[in-house]
Structures are given as C-alpha cells and as structure tokens.
C-alpha cells in the first residue's frame, strides 16, 4: 500500500471530504432559493468554517455527547438489572456462609462458648461474636424451639424469636452476625461484650 493511499483512508480526510460534500449540497441548496446567490465552482465555505479551532470544537461536542449517551444508557441497565444482581449476591453470600458453617454444626452449646472465650481471650473479637451467635442456635435446636436447617435464614430466624421472652437479646445476636459477615461493622471489644451480654439474658429467660 503506497503512502498516498494510506494517507486517503485516515479519519481526517474522510472528514475532509464529507466537510466538502456538505459545502456543495449546502450551495446547491441556496442556489434553488436565491437566484442571486453566487454559484460557480469558485465558490467554498467561508474560511472560518474551515477553521482548525472549529474542527476541533466539534470533535469535543462529537466526543462529549458519546460519553453522555453510554453513562445514560449504563445508567439505565443499572436501574433495570440491580435488583436481580442485589439478590444474586445475596443469595451467593447465604450459600458461601452456609459452606462455612455447616461442618461446626456437630459442636455443642459449651464447645461454642468455649471457643468464643478463647477467641476473646486472643483479642478476635468478631469470631468470639460469631462462637456466640452459634451457641445461641445449638441451644434453639438442642431445646426443639427452632431446629437448624441449613435453607433457614437469619431472616427467618428474626421472625420466629419475635415471639420469645427475651426477643431484644436473640435480636442482637441475630442482627450483629449480619453486619459482621454481610458489612464492614467493626469487631470490638465492646461489641463482644454486647453480644455476651445478650446471650446472657436469653439463659436468664
């Protein structure tokens, strides 16, 4: 391919030659409606028209209403298709807990506490929370009050303590297990000692 015709293809004499092919329709079309209007082949678009600034301007517009049109439409996809990735995600994070936790199922309500001791003693204060929310099912299964199921969600689980003496305290475990593996909430020190706390009140009742 010779330098000539490479020179041709490029996107800058494409548009060299559309300007062009405007500027006779555009002279052609006064034509019709002015008889006086200066006709010949002489005749071109004024020099401002021609000018670099100008191109370069409309190429900006060009590009910037391109950039509007996909944020728009993506936009739009994101508004139509996020509650189906929402609970795509959800139900991802349901089975990868699941996956996590079922083989510590066989342990029992005093192997849960003694492992959130020990994880509180070396200062891993989100697992000692978890040990405790796992002591607080262990005991609902053990009791026949709400046996585990490895479909039963902390949804569910939420719903069915509505109607125990110590509501308030399953509420806690039940709502801090959520934010520690479903959010960025922070393990504290304080936050165990929440959790003990309400595990506490549920032997009490």
């Not at 003693?121 to 609902?140: I, K, S, V």
Request: a neutral charge; one cysteine or more; charged letters at 15%.
């Amino acid at each position: 391919m010779s330098t000539g015709s490479y020179e041709k293809s490029n996107w800058a004499w494409q548009f060299q030659q559309w300007q062009k092919q405007v500027g006779e329709w555009w002279e052609l079309q006064l034509s019709r409606f002015s008889p006086d209007f200066p006709g010949g082949s002489g005749w071109s678009l004024p020099a401002w028209l021609s000018s670099p600034v100008l191109f370069f301007i409309a190429r900006v517009i060009f590009w910037v209403l391109i950039a509007f049109l996909v944020c728009w439409i993506a936009l739009q996809l994101m508004r139509r298709f996020s509650p189906y990735v929402y609970s795509w995600r959800n139900q991802l994070d349901q089975q990868s807990e699941k996956l996590t936790t079922t083989p510590d199922r066989t342990l029992s309500v005093a192997d849960w506490l003694a492992r959130s001791q020990n994880c509180q003693t070396q200062g891993d204060y989100r697992e000692a929370c978890l040990c405790l929310y796992r002591a607080m099912l262990q005991q609902l299964h053990d009791s026949g009050q709400v046996p585990q199921q490895p479909s039963r969600t902390d949804g569910e689980y939420l719903l069915v303590v509505q109607q125990f003496p110590q509501s308030r305290a399953y509420q806690r475990l039940l709502i801090t297990h959520q934010q520690l593996c479903f959010s960025q909430t922070p393990a504290s020190r304080s936050l165990f000692e929440d959790c003990q706390q309400a595990y506490q009140q549920i032997n009490q009742g």
